[in-house]
């Protein structure tokens, strides 16, 4: 198993295949939180404005993740604006891993890709009541930082903060 990134403004494809999995990537966020995002064919012209602002937004790098260099989910990693003031460097804005990758290591491996290629302060962010999300970060994040990160609950969000470092570079296509 072969995990790695592309970056998704390159292929055309990438970014249509993208658009043809996010509205399962919303409604799995919206299951039982009424409100925080909008029910399948609610706004659909907002949902190209959100990943039309992906591909155009300089602080905003999308990817596609592979498993054997087919697509397998996406992550949208964001630098935060420096005004008023920026307490991170980088921010996971948006993690899907495709229902037939799950439970194989795709998204772990993905998430440690984007923790080596962008060294600093790192937030990631999960609705408090998404238990397989937090799970998920717990482990990931834990195992990237050696246990070395901070947990915080705000306003239904729970918020993980913690430093990577270089590492050596690492596969993408």
């Known amino acids: ?96 891993v495709a229902d037939s990758a799950r439970r194989r290591g795709v998204g772990a491996a993905a998430a440690a890709l984007l923790f080596a290629r962008f060294s600093g302060e790192w937030e990631v962010l999960e609705d408090e009541h998404n238990r397989g999300a937090l799970g998920f970060w717990r482990r990931v994040i834990s195992a990237a930082t050696q246990g070395r990160y901070a947990e915080s609950r705000v306003s239904g969000e729970v918020r993980h903060q913690f430093r990577t470092t270089a590492r050596p570079a690492v596969p993408s296509t």
């Open 1 to 96: 198993m072969t995990v790695t990134l592309r970056d998704a403004r390159i292929s055309s494809s990438d970014q249509e295949w993208i658009r043809s999995v996010y509205r399962s990537y919303l409604s799995e966020l919206s299951v039982g939180r009424s409100g925080l995002f909008p029910a399948l064919g609610e706004w659909p012209a907002r949902e190209e404005e959100f990943l039309a602002g992906w591909l155009q937004d300089p602080a905003a790098q999308p990817f596609v993740i592979l498993l054997d260099g087919q697509r397998a989910g996406f992550a949208l990693v964001v630098r935060p604006p420096a005004f008023p003031r920026r307490t991170v460097d980088y921010r996971m804005a948006e993690f899907y």
